[in-house]
T-cell receptor, first 116, second 113 residues
């Protein structure tokens, strides 16, 4: 049972470089999310996708772009990485069959990203 | 904006005792509240969801209460075990539909043998 798979697990970038974080889920979930987790800040929502073909900004979207490639995959792109984007990035998914259902979210084990 | 407060200091509990974690929130009246467990180097794992019209929810040794008047949720682990040691996160729905969650910073629980 893979659940939510994130790649890569670790990455070091130089300031200004770009990269894409990959996320895939095999639970046939409609909704997918990207969070970042920083010491003393907790998890913060970057972007989410309620369903295939839609994406919306979360609390901290600046400096990021996302693509909901299909129902399984939701990628996060850093176009020009900055040291402030050093963080642990988590992808999550949930069933969310309709408004107000608020199903539990299933998380991957994260990508640890360092920007030098 | 929504603000969620959890004890930032670690909570040390003797094995076998009941551990009680607190989650307070402001500026919002959530219809749902969720609790997650996070182990070092891993993603959060869902534990329990409680709705605003539910005062209490239980699952095995876990119990969650939800007081919308006090804007507080309590998370209890009875007969605690060293394996319960982890960080526990409280989360509220940020908005309607499939919006993401707003998380507290978490409380680090240590169960001493």
């Amino acid at each position: 049972n893979a659940g939510v798979t994130q790649t890569p697990k670790f990455q070091v970038l130089k300031t200004g470089q770009s990269m894409t974080l990959q996320c895939a889920q095999d639970m046939n979930h409609n909704s997918m999310y990207w969070y970042r987790q920083d010491p003393g800040m907790g998890l913060r929502l970057i972007y989410y996708s309620a369903s295939e073909g839609t994406t919306d900004k979360g609390e901290v979207p600046n400096g990021y772009n996302v693509s909901r490639l299909n129902k399984r995959e939701f990628s996060l792109r850093l176009e020009s990485a900055a040291p402030s984007q050093t963080s642990v990035y988590f992808c999550a998914s949930s069933v969310d069959p309709g408004q107000g259902s608020h199903q539990p979210q299933h998380f991957g084990d994260g990508t640890r990203l360092s920007i030098l | 904006s929504q603000k969620i407060e959890q004890n930032s200091e670690a909570l040390n509990i003797q094995e076998g005792k009941t551990a009680t974690l607190t989650c307070n929130y402001t500026n919002y009246s959530p219809a749902y509240l969720q609790w997650y467990r996070q182990d070092p180097g891993r993603g959060p794992v869902f534990l329990l969801l409680i709705r605003e019209n539910e005062k209490e929810k239980r699952k095995e040794r876990l119990k969650v209460t939800f007081d919308t008047t006090l804007k507080q949720s309590l998370f209890h682990i009875t007969a605690s075990q060293p394996a319960d040691s982890a960080t526990y996160l409280c989360a509220l729905v940020a908005g309607g539909g499939a919006d993401g969650l707003t998380f507290g910073k978490g409380t680090h629980l240590i169960i001493q043998p």
